[in-house]
Structures are given as C-alpha cells and as structure tokens.
C-alpha cells in the first residue's frame, strides 16, 4: 500500500512562490491528495498540516474497504 502524504507549499513571509494549482500540475500529484500552503514557521500551520495527513490518511482506509 502507498503511504498517505499532504504536499505543504512554504509561505515565507505570507507569499507563496507558485500557485497550488500550478505545483500540483507540474509535480503531477494527484488530486486526491491534498496541497495546502503553509508558513513552516507557524505551529498552528503545521499542526493543521499533519491534521491534514491524518484524515487523508482515515479516507484513504476507508475507500479501501
């Protein structure tokens, strides 16, 4: 089975480099798997990331029956 992950995207200082949709594109992650923008500085952002994995990780289970 493939492992579960959440691709985060860095905002430094609020600003991302590139747009989710155009990472998403053109490292071809698939979109069920999600891609937030976080600030990797921010307890709070990272929190909410790995709370991300968690639940995709719960979907993923379930869809598999």
Known sequence: ??????????RFDGNLAHAVDAVRE??????DTPVVAIDARSRDDVKSALIQV???AITRRRNEG
Do not use: F, I
Not at 1 to 10: E, G, S, T
Not at 26 to 31: K, N, S, W
């Open 26 to 31: 053109a490292t071809g992650v698939a979109d």
């Open 1 to 10: 089975h493939a492992v579960p992950y959440v691709v985060c995207l860095n």
């Open 54 to 56: 968690v639940r995709h």
